[in-house]
């Protein structure tokens, strides 16, 4: 997938023996992908179910998008990688006992997040500052949350409120 370009599978098989994604690749999350795809800096992967529980790939994300209406879209094996940035827009996420790295802004603007008992780590480049923008309306609650960089920051929206039910370090 060429940079800026999109791929929307919506629900199709992808039988390729190779796909490297420098643009969005779009998912329902329901197609049957046979060979992870090989995701570029600066790529994107989409998550766009509407009312589907969704079971998430275990692929290494470069920028990851949860935007589905009525959709649940659920980590199950024991971790999630994000090397830039994560979007949450619309939809269910659940992290359940996960534990998920994220190396870039965390945005949380639409939708529910429910952290179970995992743990999020925030590992940013040290001296690199990751942006954590969530909802003014209601908390956003983790249950272990992780600076996992030594001299990175970590900047939360003013006005929001952040909870952390288990181990803050």
Do not use: H, R
Not at 40 to 49: C, H, I, Q, R
Not at 69 to 77: A, D, K, M, N, Q
Not at 116 to 137: E, W
């Amino acid at each position: 997938i060429a940079s800026g370009a999109e791929l929307n599978l919506t629900g199709f098989k992808l039988g390729d023996t190779s796909l490297t994604n420098s643009g969005n690749l779009v998912l329902v999350g329901t197609e049957t992908i046979y060979t992870a795809p090989y995701n570029l800096p600066g790529s994107t992967v989409t998550y766009d179910s509407a009312g589907t529980s969704i079971v998430m790939s275990t692929w290494t994300y470069q920028n990851l998008v949860i935007n589905g209406t009525g959709g649940t879209f659920t980590v199950t094996s024991s971790s999630l990688q994000v090397n830039q940035n994560f979007t949450l827009s619309a939809g269910t996420f659940n992290l359940n006992t996960s534990s998920a790295t994220f190396a870039g802004n965390w945005t949380y603007s639409g939708g529910v997040f429910n952290a179970g008992t995992s743990t999020a780590a925030f590992a940013g480049a040290a001296g690199s500052t990751i942006t954590l923008t969530l909802p003014l309306t209601s908390p956003t609650t983790f249950y272990n949350f992780i600076a996992a960089t030594p001299g990175e920051w970590l900047k939360f929206q003013a006005g929001a409120t952040t909870t952390v039910q288990g181990l803050l370090n």
